[in-house]
């Protein structure tokens, strides 16, 4: 196999997107769309892929880092252009470039492996992907001759009527012999439009004589671009049709699949239920035999096995096994639930860890808090963590007892097996194996009997 780089073209504002964001980098299933390309090449080379970016090259520079390769493409003056400004960044090895766009996320690896092994086994100039399909998409026109050699592309606004009857595509993704390739490029005519376009080269071959050979990609799908909003969600609409799929086929149970919404980087167990409505986005991990929803949101999120979530929203959390929540409660930012943990509904967790087998109330907030194991919180229950200027912390160690409507204000610690008494506003450290009750809290069975927790004074 020859020694092969890739250049991906991005430098195209996608006017037609009607967007301040670069076209690339809309996401699509919780990517960016030039990520599932770049996702695509990644298997077929070993070195960093080129990317030619020009508008919101910052923006695509700021979000992908040092994945790929950057080069920009000060003035847009065509596809053709666009490699040329790539020359200086491929390697020089290089003796295959594969060129493909950065908006078509449905290329597979499959295919661009079998274009790349066309290409090196027939020794050809070029090698170009085609497709067969009745909507035109905008794309140029394979030309052949009678015996079905490449004689070139003509472009969709340069088409006759007859040429536009063709159903044989150009996709955009060629590989070519670099040598060629690099002694060409400069050669390219300047377009009516100010432009040097990519596919004047087949021309250029065919004329010269060389070799030019087009495969059809089996399923067209892949060959889908993005040049508006419908495009994308169309695309969209493919790309989580597949992902439902692989799910159902990995074991798991969509109960209406179509109201289901799984981003790319989901990971679901076997023998996990969801129900529907329910949205499971960005780096999340859900364990086995867990059920999900309906109506529910679980965002860069880990749930583990045997739970179950119900018309709740889970963001930035880990819970483990054999935990319940809900419904309509909310896991913010830093949330831990540990094993056997029951949140009731309306309840919220924020920045916090809630020991093994803590049963939490309904309406009731736990926010830069400390939860031993065993800790029961009533109904209602508030840590007031924040005191206008910083969040302080709260520790409810392992075994207390908290009433319904108990406000805790932080910093504050309720020892081991603690009892708080219903609407009790507690401002001072409870002792362990201590009563604390009233407002402001005092504690019962302390040395000098009604003392108020944590003071001095009889």
Same mark, same amino acid.
Request: proline residues 4%; contains cysteine.
């Given at each position: 196999?020859?020694?092969?780089?890739?250049?991906?073209?991005?430098?195209?504002?996608?006017?037609?997107?009607?967007?301040?964001?670069?076209?690339?980098?809309?996401?699509?299933?919780?990517?960016?769309?030039?990520?599932?390309?770049?996702?695509?090449?990644?298997?077929?080379?070993?070195?960093?892929?080129?990317?030619?970016?020009?508008?919101?090259?910052?923006?695509?520079?700021?979000?992908?880092?040092?994945?790929?390769?950057?080069?920009?493409?000060?003035?847009?003056?065509?596809?053709?252009?666009?490699?040329?400004?790539?020359?200086?960044?491929?390697?020089?090895?290089?003796?295959?470039?594969?060129?493909?766009?950065?908006?078509?996320?449905?290329?597979?690896?499959?295919?661009?492996?079998?274009?790349?092994?066309?290409?090196?086994?027939?020794?050809?100039?070029?090698?170009?992907?085609?497709?067969?399909?009745?909507?035109?998409?905008?794309?140029?026109?394979?030309?052949?001759?009678?015996?079905?050699?490449?004689?070139?592309?003509?472009?969709?606004?340069?088409?006759?009527?007859?040429?536009?009857?063709?159903?044989?595509?150009?996709?955009?993704?060629?590989?070519?012999?670099?040598?060629?390739?690099?002694?060409?490029?400069?050669?390219?005519?300047?377009?009516?439009?100010?432009?040097?376009?990519?596919?004047?080269?087949?021309?250029?071959?065919?004329?010269?004589?060389?070799?030019?050979?087009?495969?059809?990609?089996?399923?067209?799908?892949?060959?889908?671009?993005?040049?508006?909003?419908?495009?994308?969600?169309?695309?969209?609409?493919?790309?989580?049709?597949?992902?439902?799929?692989?799910?159902?086929?990995?074991?798991?149970?969509?109960?209406?699949?179509?109201?289901?919404?799984?981003?790319?980087?989901?990971?679901?167990?076997?023998?996990?239920?969801?129900?529907?409505?329910?949205?499971?986005?960005?780096?999340?991990?859900?364990?086995?035999?867990?059920?999900?929803?309906?109506?529910?949101?679980?965002?860069?999120?880990?749930?583990?096995?045997?739970?179950?979530?119900? +018309?709740?929203?889970?963001? $930035? =959390? #880990? /819970?483990?096994? &054999? *935990?319940?929540?809900?419904?309509? !409660?909310?896991?913010?930012?830093?949330?831990?639930?540990?094993?056997?943990?029951?949140?009731?509904?309306?309840?919220?967790?924020?920045?916090?860890?809630?020991?093994?087998?803590?049963?939490?109330?309904?309406?009731?907030?736990?926010?830069?808090?400390?939860?031993?194991?065993?800790?029961?919180?009533?109904?209602?229950?508030?840590?007031?963590?924040?005191?206008?200027?910083?969040?302080?912390?709260?520790?409810?160690?392992?075994?207390?007892?908290?009433?319904?409507?108990?406000?805790?204000?932080?910093?504050?610690?309720?020892?081991?097996? +603690?009892?708080?008494?219903? $609407? =009790? #506003? /507690?401002?001072? &450290? *409870?002792?362990?194996?201590?009563? !604390?009750?009233?407002?402001?809290?005092?504690?019962?069975?302390?040395?000098?009997?009604?003392?108020?927790?944590?003071?001095?004074?009889?």
């Amino acid at each position: 196999m020859g020694r092969l780089a890739v250049v991906i073209l991005a430098a195209g504002q996608g006017t037609r997107m009607k967007s301040r964001l670069p076209k690339v980098l809309h996401p699509i299933a919780g990517r960016p769309m030039i990520q599932y390309v770049l996702d695509a090449v990644a298997e077929l080379v070993e070195q960093k892929a080129v990317l030619v970016v020009g508008y919101g090259a910052e923006v695509i520079r700021e979000q992908l880092g040092d994945a790929v390769t950057f080069v920009v493409q000060e003035e847009q003056l065509g596809t053709g252009h666009a490699v040329l400004q790539a020359r200086e960044q491929v390697p020089e090895l290089a003796d295959t470039i594969l060129v493909l766009y950065g908006d078509m996320p449905l290329l597979s690896t499959a295919t661009l492996q079998s274009l790349v092994d066309t290409h090196e086994a027939r020794r050809s100039s070029i090698t170009m992907l085609t497709c067969i399909h009745d909507d035109p998409m905008g794309f140029g026109r394979i030309l052949r001759d009678e015996d079905g050699h490449v004689l070139g592309i003509v472009e969709e606004s340069d088409a006759t009527s007859e040429q536009l009857a063709i159903k044989e595509l150009n996709c955009g993704v060629y590989c070519f012999d670099a040598t060629w390739l690099w002694e060409h490029l400069p050669r390219l005519p300047l377009r009516p439009k100010g432009e040097y376009y990519l596919t004047d080269l087949v021309g250029m071959a065919v004329d010269g004589g060389r070799p030019v050979e087009a495969i059809v990609v089996d399923d067209a799908l892949e060959t889908l671009g993005i040049n508006d909003r419908l495009h994308l969600a169309r695309v969209e609409g493919i790309l989580r049709q597949l992902i439902r799929e692989a799910v159902m086929c990995a074991g798991v149970t969509l109960i209406d699949p179509t109201s289901t919404y799984i981003d790319s980087d989901v990971q679901i167990d076997q023998d996990t239920i969801i129900y529907p409505n329910t949205h499971l986005q960005g780096n999340t991990v859900i364990g086995a035999n867990t059920l999900i929803g309906p109506n529910t949101i679980v965002r860069d999120s880990t749930i583990g096995d045997n739970c179950r979530v119900e +018309a709740s929203v889970i963001e $930035g =959390a #880990v /819970v483990e096994n &054999d *935990v319940s929540i809900g419904p309509f !409660a909310h896991l913010r930012k830093g949330a831990h639930l540990a094993e056997g943990v029951h949140m009731g509904n309306f309840g919220e967790v924020k920045n916090s860890y809630l020991g093994r087998g803590v049963r939490m109330g309904h309406f009731s907030y736990v926010g830069d808090a400390t939860v031993g194991a065993d800790v029961n919180i009533g109904a209602g229950t508030v840590t007031c963590n924040y005191d206008g200027v910083k969040k302080n912390p709260t520790v409810i160690e392992e075994g207390a007892f908290i009433g319904s409507d108990a406000m805790l204000v932080a910093p504050v610690r309720i020892g081991a097996r +603690a009892q708080i008494g219903a $609407g =009790a #506003v /507690v401002t001072h &450290d *409870v002792p362990p194996d201590s009563t !604390a009750y009233g407002v402001p809290a005092r504690v019962r069975g302390s040395e000098k009997e009604g003392e108020q927790v944590g003071s001095s004074d009889t």
